[in-house]
C-alpha cells in the first residue's frame, strides 16, 4: 500500500519552479524516498531518489525535511515538457515492488 | 527510451481469449518486474523475477495469470481466459540489482490490453 500523500494536482507557470510536495509520516530509517514521472501514455521514469540528505541531478531536486516525514521536489524551470503524473514513493533499502499511489498531476501553463 | 522494450504495444482481444505480451529487458540487468496501471490509477506491482527465478508475486495476480523468464533475459506475460476487468496498461521494468540503494527501475512503454 502506498505510504505516502500527495496533492492530486497543482498548476506551475512555465519558466517557474514546480515544487511538489509529499508527506511520508510513516517512514522508517531504512526506506528511501523515490520520485518517478509518468507523461501520458507512456511507462514511468526515474527522476530521483534520496534518504535523509537533499539530492540535486540534472531533471530536479529534492528536499527532505530533518524528520524525514515530508519531501519536496524540485523542478527548478518548469517546461511544457514537465506536464505529467509524478509519484513520490518509500520504499525500504531491500525491498523489491514500488507503491505508486495516484500521484500528482502537474500542469504547466504556458 | 529507457532501453525496456515491450511488445505489443497494444492488443484488443475478445472476452476468453488467451493473450501473451513479452518484455525485453536492459540486456545487463538481472531484475524484471511487472505493474498493471488502470485508467486514473498508478501502476500496481504484479509480480518480480532475479534472473530466472520468480521470487515475488501480488495477489493480484490470479491463476490466470502467469509469468516466465526462462533464460533470465526476456520475460513473457500470459493471461488466459480475459475478462474484460483485465484492460489495463501492463507494464514492464527492470533493475540492475547489484547496489540496493540505487536500485531504481527503468520502465518500458508498456502494452495497452483491452478486452472486449
Not at chain 1, 63 to 82: G, M, N, Q, V, Y
Not at chain 2, 32 to 58: C, I, M, V
Request: charged share 20%.
Amino acid at each position: 500500500d502506498a505510504k505516502t500523500t500527495q496533492p492530486p494536482s497543482m498548476d506551475c507557470a512555465e519558466g517557474r519552479a514546480a515544487n511538489l510536495p509529499c508527506n511520508h509520516s510513516t517512514i522508517s530509517g531504512n526506506e528511501y524516498v523515490y520520485w518517478y514521472r509518468q507523461i501520458h501514455s507512456q511507462g514511468p521514469q526515474y527522476i530521483i531518489h534520496g534518504l535523509k540528505n537533499n539530492e540535486t541531478n540534472e531533471m530536479a531536486s529534492l528536499i527532505i525535511t530533518e524528520d524525514r516525514k515530508s519531501s519536496t521536489l524540485i523542478l527548478p524551470h518548469a517546461t511544457l515538457r514537465d506536464t505529467a503524473v509524478y509519484y513520490c514513493i518509500v520504499r525500504e533499502v531491500t525491498g523489491n515492488q514500488f507503491y505508486f499511489g495516484t500521484g500528482t498531476s502537474l500542469t504547466v501553463i504556458p | 527510451d529507457t532501453g525496456v522494450s515491450q511488445d505489443p504495444r497494444h492488443k484488443i482481444t475478445k472476452r476468453g481469449q488467451n493473450v501473451t505480451f513479452r518484455c525485453d529487458p536492459i540486456s545487463e540487468h538481472n531484475r524484471l518486474y511487472w505493474y498493471r496501471q488502470t485508467l486514473g490509477q498508478g501502476p500496481e506491482f504484479l509480480t518480480y523475477f532475479q534472473n530466472e527465478a520468480q521470487l515475488e508475486k501480488s495477489r493480484l495476480l490470479s491463476d490466470r495469470f502467469s509469468a516466465e523468464r526462462p533464460k533470465g533475459s526476456f520475460s513473457t506475460l500470459e493471461i488466459q481466459r480475459t475478462e474484460q476487468g483485465d484492460s489495463a496498461m501492463y507494464l514492464c521494468a527492470s533493475s540492475p540489482g547489484g547496489r540496493i540503494s540505487y536500485n531504481e527501475q527503468f520502465f518500458g512503454p508498456g502494452t495497452r490490453l483491452t478486452v472486449l
